[in-house]
C-alpha cells in the first residue's frame, strides 16, 4: 500500500495543530461504547494520533466504552476488543487498524482510493480542532499535489485562507498572508529560520519558497495568531515547515516520476540569433525513498531529488507612464513638470508617454536533494535527526526590448480611446542574464519526552546563494536629429491599457540610425547565512491535560548577508549600425518591428572602458550586513476541561551593524563606514481557547509583535538591477537604503470561531483580525529616466501609523460522498480586508485606504473528485486576486501595483496497475495574462506579461 495515500488522502487544506506536538505516552479517556467512526474520532481528539481503517473493515462496528488513563496503544487495543479489528502499526503518532490475521484481504493495496476510506485519519481538519493558536495547513501528497513537476512550497500555501502568490513570472516565489508584505513572515524549517537573499540578491526578508520543493516536506503550517512560544518578528504569519520522515511510513517506500512539459508559447526562440534556445518543450524528473532499519525499526532514513529544465518563453508589453493635456492639445504645466491638475486644465484624459515590447526567450533548470537521518528508540522517550538540503535554480535568459519614447509639446485628435503624438525617440535594448541560485542548509535536533515534559534543542546553519552575470546594450535614435521629424505615432486605449496601431510614416521609422547609448556588463554575487539555536521545554501541555502548564525556551540567531556588483561600464556613442537588425520576428500586441541589437556579433574586447563610473557604480553597490537575536519565553497555560487560557511575553533583543560605502556629492570616495543600532522589545500575549456543545470552538488571542527592516534597506546605498520582474511598468530598478529606519510595532487582534462535523473531516470558520502597526515602512517610488530607460526608484521610509483589519472564511468538507462510489474533497476560502496607511513624500502627505501588498479581498478554492470507475481522480483549484498596491510614489498617480489575477489549474490522475499512475495537468489553465497597474486608484495597466499555458504528463511509479 501506500501510505502516503492514506495518511494525506487527496488535498488536506485546512488548519493544523498547534506548535507543541503531541508527546504523551498516556492520556485520560473518555470514550462511550459507539461506532467506530465516532470512537475514532473522539481517540484523536484526546491524542492527536491518527487512526488510519479500511472502510469496509470499520462498517457496522461498534466498540467498547474506554475511560480512565492508560497507556495509548492499550486504549486503542481496548476499543477494539471482542471485534474483528486489532491495532497493526503503532508508532505514537500514527496508528493503522486492520483485520486480525486470519482475514489477510484487508492488506490491499492502498493506492486504489477509490476502495480505501480513512476513518479517523491525521486529517488537518483535526489537527486544526487541537491546536491552541490559529494555523493553516496543507499535507503535500506525493502523487495528487499540484504545480507542476517541480511543485513547490510556494504552489501549494497560495490556496489557504487569506493567501496571496506574489508572482515570478508564471510560478508563485513569495506569499503575502493577510495582506501583509512576505518580508513580514518568519519562514522556518522544523522551527529552524531558514536564510534569504531575497529578491535576487535584494537583501529582503521573503524567503523564495519557489526554491522549496513540496516533497521535501509533510505538511506546511502557517501560525495567523502568535503566543510567546513563536518569534516575535512576524506580523503576517510565521510560516513552519515540517520535513517528511521515514517514520511517517512502516518500511520501505518508494516514489518516482519522470515528466514532460509543453508551454504554448514559442516567442523569440531563435528569431534572436541566439542558439540553442528551446521553443516548447522540456522535461523533469524526481523522486521519494524511504526505509527504517535496526532491530526494533529504531533507525529511518528519507532520501529525495529532483530535475527539471523547463522552458518558459515571453512576451511583455509596457506603457511605463503618461501625458496630461488641455482641451487645447497643450501640456498641463508646460513639458517639463507635465501633471494631471483640474486646477490648470486638464482635459481628464491620459495620453501614453511610450510605447514598448520586450521578448523573452528563457530556459529554467532546478537540480537538488535532501536526506534526513532518524533514530528513534522505542519506549525510550529519545529522538533525534539529522538533515541537509541543497537545491539550485539556473535561469539562462535573453531579452529583445523596443520601445517609442513619445513628445510631449502637443497631442492632436485626442478622446478617451485615441490620439496623436511626436516621436521623440527611438530604443532597442537587449540584455541577457545568467541567474543562478542556491539554497541549502544543515539541520539538527534532539528530544526527549516523559508522560508530562517535553525537551528539544534544535541546531541549523542555513544559506542561500545568489549570483548573475549580465551583458546589456541600448541604442538611441532620434528622429529629429536625422531631419526625419515629424513622425508622429497613432496610440488606442482598449482595456486600460495603450498600443500604438500605426505612424505616419513607417519608412521613416525603418531609416533611423541608431547609436549606442550604454554598453554595460556586471557580475553580482551576494550570499546570507543564517545560524540558529533554539531550547525549548514545555510542562504539561497538550490536548488532553488540565491545570497549570509551561512553555519556556531560549533562542540566538546570528544573520549575515554580503552584497557586491562589479560593473564594467564603456564609452558610449558610437555607430550600432554593424549590429541592428530586423528580426523576423513580430511581437505580439505590435504593429510594427523595430531593429534589434545582435549581442553575439558585439566586439567586447574592443570597447574602451570607463574607469570613473565602473569604479563608482561598483563601489556604491557593495554593502554587508550582520544581525544577532537573543531572545527568551515564558509561556503559562492553564486548562479547563473546555477551555485554555495562554499567557505569556517574550523578550526580542536584536542588534546590528552594517558596512557601507562613503558617497559624497553622489560619488563614492572608497572609505565605508558603518552603521550601528539595536532595540530590545517585551512582546506580552494572551490566548484564550473554549470548546463549546455540538462541536464548536471559540479562539481569541492579543499579542505583541515586530517587523524587522530590512538588511538592504538598512546597509545598501543603491543597487541598479534590470529585468528581475518584481516590480511592473519599468525594466529597471534603483533601489536606495535608509539607515534610520525604526522597526515596526505591530499589536494584533483576533477571533475565531469553527464548527466541525462529519466525525471531524469538515469544518467551517469565520476569523476576524486587526492589526495596528506602529513605524510601518513603505517603499517610496519615482520614475527617473536613468542611462536613457525608464527606471523605477524606490527608497524606504516610515510611515506614521497604518491599520489593518478583515475578515476571513473558510469551508473545507473531506470525503463527502456521491452516487456510484464517487468522493469529494472541498475546500473553499475567502478573505476580506480593509487598511490605512498615512505617508509622506516631497509632495505632500497622503492617506491610503490599503496597505502595500494588501488585496482587499482574496478567493481561493479547490475541488477533487474521487472516480473509482477509472481509480483515479480530477482535480481543479482556482484563485482569485484583485489589482492591489505594491508601491505608493510621491505623487500619488503614479502608483503602482498588482493588476487583477484569476488562475485556473487542472489535473487528473489515474491508476493503470497497483504500481503506475499517469498523471495530467494543465497550469494557466484561462490563459491568464499577469499584469501591473499604475495611478491614484491604480486605473491603467502599464505593463502586460504572458508566458502561455503549461502542459505536464507525469509517469509515476512506486
Known amino acids: ?54 472502510g469496509q473493515n470499520a462498517e457496522n462496528i461498534r466498540v467498547h466504552a474506554v475511560k480512565g488513563l492508560m497507556d495509548d496503544r492499550a486504549a486503542l487495543s481496548a476499543m477494539l476488543a471482542g471485534s474483528a479489528l486489532v491495532v497493526g502499526e503503532f508508532n505514537g503518532r500514527d496508528a493503522v487498524i486492520r483485520r486480525k490475521p486470519a482475514a489477510p484481504k484487508a492488506v490491499s493495496h492502498v493506492r486504489d482510493e477509490e476502495q480505501l476510506d480513512v476513518v479517523g485519519h491525521r486529517s488537518v481538519v483535526t489537527r486544526k480542532r487541537n491546536s491552541d493558536v490559529l494555523v493553516d495547513s496543507i ?61 535576487n540578491g535584494g537583501g529582503t526578508r521573503r524567503v523564495n519558497l519557489q526554491n522549496i520543493p513540496g516533497e521535501l516536506t509533510g505538511e506546511d503550517d502557517i501560525y495567523k495568531t502568535f503566543t510567546a512560544e513563536q518569534d516575535g518578528g512576524a506580523i503576517g504569519a510565521v510560516i513552519d515547515m515540517t520535513p517528511r520522515s521515514a517514520f511517517d511510513y512502516k518500511g520501505l517506500y518508494k516514489y518516482f516520476t519522470a515528466y514532460g512539459v509543453y508551454n504554448t508559447y514559442k516567442g523569440a526562440a531563435g528569431a534572436n540569433r541566439v542558439p540553442g534556445q528551446a521553443g516548447h518543450l522540456a522535461q523533469g524528473a524526481k523522486g521519494v525513498l524511504s526505509d527504517r532499519f535496526g532491530k526494533d525499526k529504531e533507525f529511518g532514513i528519507i532520501v529525495s531529488m529532483r530535475y527539471q529544465n523547463r522552458v518558459r518563453n515571453s512576451y511583455k508589453n509596457w506603457q511605463t507612464d503618461s501625458y496630461f493635456y488641455n482641451d487645447k492639445g497643450l501640456p498641463v504645466g508646460g ?36 536526506g534526513r537521518l532518524e533514530w528513534r528508540p522505542n519506549n525510550s522517550g529519545w529522538s533525534t535527526s539529522l538533515m541537509g538540503y541543497t537545491y539550485e535554480r539556473w535561469e539562462h535568459s535573453t531579452m529583445n526590448h523596443t520601445y517609442l519614447l513619445l513628445d ?109 547609448s550604454q554598453i554595460q556588463r556586471y557580475h553580482d554575487k551576494a550570499r546570507e547565512g543564517v545560524t540558529n539555536v533554539r531550547l525549548d521545554y514545555t510542562r504539561n501541555i497538550g490536548p488532553n491535560v488540565h491545570g497549570f502548564g509551561l512553555a519556556t525556551g531560549f533562542e540566538w540567531r546570528t544573520l549575515n548577508v554580503t552584497d557586491q556588483m562589479n560593473y564594467e561600464d564603456y564609452v558610449t556613442g558610437g555607430d550600432a549600425s554593424d549590429y541592428m ?19 553575439g556579433k558585439f566586439p567586447w574586447a574592443k570597447q574602451k572602458l570607463d574607469v570613473a563610473t565602473s569604479r563608482n557604480d561598483t563601489l556604491e553597490s557593495f554593502y554587508r550586513y550582520r544581525e544577532q537575536l537573543i531572545d527568551g519565553y515564558l509561556s503559562l497555560h492553564y486548562k479547563w476541561r473546555d477551555s485554555l487560557l495562554i499567557a505569556g511575553v517574550r523578550a526580542d533583543s536584536v542588534s546590528f551593524n552594517s558596512l557601507l560605502p562613503q558617497v559624497e556629492n553622489g560619488t563614492a570616495t572608497g572609505a565605508m563606514g558603518t552603521n550601528h543600532g539595536g532595540y530590545l522589545h517585551p512582546l506580552p500575549s494572551v490566548t484564550f481557547v473554549h470548546d463549546f456543545p455540538y462541536d464548536v470552538k471559540l479562539r481569541a488571542s492579543y499579542s505583541q509583535t515586530v517587523g524587522r527592516p530590512m538588511p538592504s534597506q538598512i546597509a545598501q546605498v543603491q543597487k541598479m538591477t534590470c529585468g528581475d520582474d518584481q516590480r511592473g511598468g519599468t525594466e529597471c530598478t ?91 474533497d472541498i475546500s473553499v476560502n475567502g478573505t476580506w480586508m480593509h487598511g490605512s496607511m498615512i505617508y509622506a513624500s516631497s509632495s505632500g502627505s497622503y492617506k491610503l485606504n490599503q496597505l502595500p501588498d494588501q ?80 495611478g491614484t486608484n491604480l486605473q491603467r495597466i502599464n505593463e502586460k506579461d504572458y508566458y502561455g499555458r503549461s502542459i505536464y504528463f507525469q509517469v509515476v511509479v512506486d
Do not use: C
Open 139 to 199: 499535507a503535500y501528497n506525493d502523487t495528487s499535489s499540484l504545480g507542476g513537476g517541480a511543485s513547490s512550497v510556494a504552489d501549494l500555501l497560495v490556496l489557504l485562507p487569506g493567501v496571496t502568490g506574489i508572482q515570478d513570472g508564471d510560478e508563485p516565489r513569495f506569499v503575502s498572508v493577510r495582506g501583509i508584505s512576505p518580508d513580514l513572515n518568519q519562514t522556518t524549517l522544523n522551527g529552524i529560520t531558514l536564510a534569504t537573499i531575497g529578491d
Open 1 to 54: 500500500m501506500r501510505r502516503s495515500s492514506v495518511l494525506v488522502s487527496g488535498l488536506l487544506l485546512g488548519t493544523t495543530i498547534s506548535s507543541h506536538p503531541v508527546l504523551a505516552a498516556t492520556h485520560l479517556f473518555d470514550i462511550p461504547a459507539t461506532s467506530l467512526p465516532a470512537a475514532l474520532a473522539l481517540y484523536q481528539k484526546a491524542t492527536g494520533i491518527g487512526v488510519i481503517a479500511n
Open 855 to 934: 488585496p482587499n479581498y482574496i478567493f481561493n478554492g479547490a475541488l477533487t473528485w474521487h472516480v473509482p470507475q477509472m481509480r483515479g481522480a480530477v482535480r481543479a483549484t482556482l484563485s482569485y486576486t484583485p489589482k492591489y498596491l505594491t508601491d505608493p510614489a510621491s505623487q500619488p498617480w503614479e502608483n503602482v501595483g498588482y493588476g487583477e489575477l484569476t488562475s485556473l489549474d487542472l489535473a487528473a490522475w489515474n491508476d493503470i496497475t497497483d504500481h503506475i499512475r499517469l498523471k495530467y495537468e494543465v497550469d494557466n489553465l484561462v490563459g491568464a495574462h499577469r499584469t501591473y497597474v499604475q
Open 408 to 516: 510631449n509639446p502637443q497631442i492632436w485628435d485626442q478622446t478617451p480611446t485615441s490620439g496623436r503624438e511626436l516621436v521623440y525617440r527611438s530604443s532597442s535594448y537587449v540584455r541577457r542574464d545568467r541567474w543562478q541560485s542556491d539554497s541549502s542548509g544543515v539541520l539538527g535536533d534532539v528530544g526527549w519526552h516523559d508522560n508530562i515534559s517535553a525537551l528539544k534543542l534544535r541546531v541549523g546553519y542555513t544559506w542561500e546563494d545568489y549570483q548573475n552575470y549580465q551583458p546589456r546594450l541600448t541604442a538611441y535614435a532620434y528622429p529629429k536629429k536625422q531631419g526625419l521629424y515629424p513622425l508622429h505615432a497613432d496610440y488606442t486605449i482598449k482595456d486600460d491599457f495603450a498600443s500604438m496601431p500605426s505612424v505616419s510614416d513607417p519608412d521613416k521609422l525603418r531609416a533611423m540610425k541608431y547609436n549606442l
Open 581 to 599: 537588425y530586423f528580426p523576423n520576428f513580430m511581437p505580439p500586441g505590435s504593429h510594427y518591428t523595430l531593429p534589434w541589437i545582435d549581442m
Open 734 to 824: 534603483l533601489s536606495r537604503g535608509n539607515p534610520n529606519l525604526r522597526p515596526r510595532q505591530a499589536q494584533n487582534f483576533d477571533a475565531s470561531v469553527e464548527k466541525y462535523f462529519n466525525h471531524n473531516h469538515g469544518v467551517v470558520s469565520v476569523a476576524y483580525f486587526d492589526k495596528m502597526i506602529k513605524h510601518d515602512i513603505y517603499t517610496l517610488l519615482d520614475h527617473e529616466m536613468i542611462n536613457g530607460m525608464p527606471t523605477s526608484v524606490t527608497q524606504p521610509l516610515n510611515a506614521t501609523n497604518s491599520s489593518l483589519m478583515g475578515v476571513e472564511g473558510s469551508l473545507v468538507e473531506e470525503g463527502l460522498r456521491g452516487p456510484f462510489g464517487q468522493r469529494f
Open 335 to 370: 513639458e517639463s513638470n507635465n501633471i494631471p491638475s483640474r486646477a490648470l486644465g486638464w482635459n481628464g484624459l491620459e495620453a501614453p508617454q511610450d510605447i514598448e515590447y520586450g521578448n523573452y526567450s528563457n530556459s529554467i533548470t532546478n537540480l537538488g536533494g535532501s
